[in-house]
């Protein structure tokens, strides 16, 4: 059975797209028949992440208004035959979504694919809730900061209010997962420990991200982290998209690492 | 009380005592009595947990009309306008009192006539506006604005508190249940004490 999974965080720039990249691409490497959705009309940035932005053709916004097929629009990923990638309009704004035409290319994504992963835009406008809109789960990405918790906040209550399964009575499935985790200055109280991030948004914790500077690497030259098996943040998102597929694997929290003798002089000079 | 049928017997025989109070029940209710308690008009929670620190503990909310509205529905966050607040309506007779058992998030808003009973914790963003008492009992970081008897609030760093329009500094709340009102017309903080307790 398909599901719909939109993943959302009320504030931009925390890393959604890129979570969104590497979770697609994870349960695609766990042989599930997976397709991300990029739902950030105008804005378009996952083909750039997952190294496609010279294949896109056609739009979803194409396919919805019937000037282009679903297939001529899908694009398969280099790295991985079982992921796909639907890209947004960058020429459109978010005013072109409709909550029919919605419904109706979810469904056929559904026919096709195990996991159909929405990137939804920054914000709780219009678009936010066209991509929660039909959604059977959603992912929280926030990080570890006052403003993120409060935008995820304030997103995890219009998906409880706004989307079809919560206007029908029930709850769209929520997970968390805390990116850009630094454990070091969790030890430092600097920044919020997980468990006063879980205490406050009431969220099921799907995985830990730490802060990884090959993120930013990995991104720009379209090969999502996960590809790096050495890569801390690589190995977080496996374990994300295998809980997602059903395996259980434990939580890890980002430890602080011990540094031996040079670490602790480069340290100083640092 | 072990036995369901004593429980409902002791409400029917005490419901017109109990009627005007929230009756705070340790464990959960079988859905019989729960049902009978609603029909009576009686409010009640269930497995009610308060702050830990300086007052904590079961306590009765004294001379609040019974009933229960226990749900709260996404609103645009609207300010309340000063004169909704603070014009004719204060002159209405105690409507019944809102009993919210689940977390208030950013950007969830009640406006209410009455008294508002917040359960679980109250996040950054959010806001209440009643014309009755506020009392919340989790943790506390959003609005809250009354101009009813009280306001009961555990400490808190975020919160921002408005009593009869006046402003209550955080710094101001030390204990671990703090109970603003008036005494001889003058704002007072004091600490909910065992006394008033069941």
């Known amino acids: ?270 | 009380m072990d036995d369901e049928n004593t429980f409902i017997e002791f409400m029917e025989a005490n419901s017109e005592l109990l009627k005007n109070h929230l009756i705070s029940v340790r464990g959960s209710l079988p859905e019989r009595a729960r049902e009978f308690m609603r029909n009576r008009g009686m409010s009640f929670v269930e497995n009610m947990e308060l702050p830990k620190g300086k007052g904590g503990g079961e306590f009765c909310i004294s001379s609040i009309t019974g009933g229960s509205t226990p749900t709260v529905s996404e609103t645009s966050a609207q300010p309340a306008e000063e004169e909704d607040i603070y014009g004719d309506r204060y002159s209405y007779q105690d409507p019944p009192l809102m009993i919210v058992e689940k977390a208030l998030r950013s950007g969830q808003y009640i406006e209410y006539d009455g008294s508002v009973l917040l359960m679980e914790r109250m996040n950054s963003g959010a806001k209440v506006a009643a014309l009755g008492s506020v009392i919340a009992l989790n943790r506390m970081e959003g609005d809250i604005s009354s101009v009813g008897d009280c306001i009961v609030v555990p400490s808190t760093k975020r919160g921002n508190i408005l009593f009869h329009g006046r402003k209550i500094e955080n710094d101001m709340l030390k204990y671990g249940l703090n109970r603003i009102s008036f005494v001889n017309d003058e704002i007072v903080i004091q600490p909910l004490s065992k006394k008033e307790f069941i």
Request: hydrophobic content about 40%; glycine content about 8%; some cysteine.
């Open chain 1, 1 to 270: 059975m398909s599901k719909v999974i939109a993943v959302i965080s009320g504030k931009g720039g925390v890393g959604k797209t890129t979570s969104t990249a590497n979770i697609g691409l994870g349960i695609a490497m766990n042989m599930k028949q997976c397709v991300v959705v990029d739902f950030d009309i105008g804005q378009r940035n996952l083909d750039m992440i997952l190294g496609l932005e010279n294949r896109v053709v056609y739009d979803m916004v194409q396919v919805m208004d019937s000037e282009a097929t679903l297939d001529q629009a899908l694009i398969r990923s280099k790295t991985n035959r079982n992921l796909y990638f639907l890209p947004a309009s960058q020429t459109k704004d978010k005013s072109v979504l409709d909550s029919e035409k919605i419904e109706e290319l979810l469904g056929e994504l559904r026919k096709r694919f195990e996991y159909v992963i929405l990137d939804a835009p920054a914000g709780i406008e219009s678009g936010f809730e066209h991509t929660i809109e039909f959604a059977d789960a959603a992912i929280v990405v926030v990080n570890p900061e006052v403003s993120s918790i409060r935008d995820s906040d304030r997103a995890i209550g219009i998906l409880d209010s706004k989307s079809k399964k919560a206007l029908e009575g029930g709850e769209v499935e929520k997970y968390l997962i805390i990116n850009r985790y630094n454990p070091e200055m969790v030890e430092k109280e600097e920044m919020l420990a997980s468990e006063d991030i879980l205490e406050i948004l009431s969220v099921d914790l799907l995985g830990i991200v730490p802060e990884d500077k090959g993120v930013i690497d990995a991104s720009n030259k379209g090969l999502p982290i996960i590809m790096n098996e050495k890569s801390e943040a690589g190995k977080a998102y496996m374990r994300i998209a295998k809980r997602l597929c059903g395996n259980k694997v434990p939580i890890e929290e980002p430890k602080v690492k011990k540094r031996g003798l040079v670490g602790k002089l480069k340290g100083m000079f640092s």
